[in-house]
């Protein structure tokens, strides 16, 4: 079980990060468009925006599952309610921005 914490700790020490680089990384991918796309290269390019923003529900996935146990800041993941709205209003927010940027594609 103290390994179990260990990588929850890590998670929530190194995810903030990765997810900012991800949506980072997402968001120039997105704006890369070219108004001269044939159908193929669009098809390809949605592909690959979907398959971004898919990643970055994953990462944000793990967030939450580090947010739930024991070893998130030494916090049983019954505690904290406010917190976790908070966080999940933000998490939600990310991804709506996201999808509302792949949607103008």
């Known amino acids: 079980m103290e390994e179990l914490a260990t990588l929850r700790r890590d998670l929530l020490r190194d995810l903030p990060m990765d997810i900012r680089r991800a949506r980072r990384a997402y968001r120039r991918m997105a704006r890369e468009v070219s108004r001269n796309m044939d159908a193929k290269s669009y098809a390809m390019h ?11 529900e994953g990462l ?16 049983d993941g019954a505690a904290g309610g406010d917190a976790k709205k908070r966080e999940d209003a933000e998490i939600e927010k990310l991804i709506a921005e996201a999808r509302g940027a792949l949607a103008e594609v």
């Open 60 to 75: 944000i996935k793990l967030l939450r599952w580090s947010c739930e146990g024991p070893g998130a800041d030494g916090v």
């Open 46 to 56: 949605q592909a690959a925006c979907k398959a971004g923003l898919g990643h970055l």
